[in-house]
């Protein structure tokens, strides 16, 4: 079970780093909204891994399993948006993604904006990782509006 999260942690930072490249290459990283399309592409995947671990993990222990399985998604996940992040800024500074505005114009603004990627990727993913948690849990479907 651990090695198919590790791989959906994997393939959500592929995808997001993907997306995040595609737009800070284009020049269209920091309109509005847009920016943040990656983390509908990881909630996706919080998603797909939420179903899996809901049918393979007991009822009593899906919330600590999930959670820890998401954490380990959102971990990796922001691991490669991070990196991603770096690698544009040596290929080509102009290419490396903007954080309030900012371009970086040296190494050290770089990797800071690459960290803030990442806690951004962590925060958010933990967040939506709860929020996927509390659709997905067993009883759920039982709720009344």
């Known amino acids: 079970m651990n090695?198919?999260?590790?791989r959906i942690g994997l393939y959500a930072g592929l995808?997001?780093?993907?997306l995040m490249a595609a737009?800070?290459?284009?020049?269209?990283?920091?309109?509005?909204p847009?920016?943040?399309?990656?983390?509908?592409?990881l909630m996706g995947f919080l998603i797909k891994a939420g179903?899996?671990?809901?049918?393979?993990?007991?009822?009593?222990?899906?919330?600590?399993?999930?959670?820890l399985g998401g954490?380990?998604?959102?971990?990796?996940?922001?691991?490669?948006?991070?990196?991603?992040?770096?690698?544009l800024y040596v290929v080509q500074p102009e290419f490396a993604p903007?954080?309030?505005?900012l371009l970086p114009t040296n190494g050290l603004q770089a990797f800071t904006i690459s960290v803030m990627l990442l806690i951004?990727?962590?925060?958010?993913?933990f967040i939506l990782n709860f929020a996927v948690i509390q659709a997905l849990k067993p009883g759920a479907e039982n709720i009344q509006p």
């Open 3 to 6: 090695h198919k999260i590790n």
């Open 71 to 87: 954490l380990r998604i959102v971990v990796l996940a922001g691991l490669i948006v991070a990196f991603t992040s770096l690698m």
């Open 120 to 125: 951004e990727t962590v925060a958010l993913g």
């Open 15 to 18: 995808a997001m780093a993907i």
């Open 34 to 41: 847009v920016k943040y399309i990656k983390y509908i592409v």
């Open 51 to 67: 179903i899996l671990i809901k049918q393979n993990a007991p009822a009593k222990k899906f919330f600590q399993r999930a959670m």
């Open 98 to 101: 903007m954080k309030f505005n």
């Open 23 to 32: 737009m800070s290459i284009t020049g269209n990283f920091e309109i509005g």
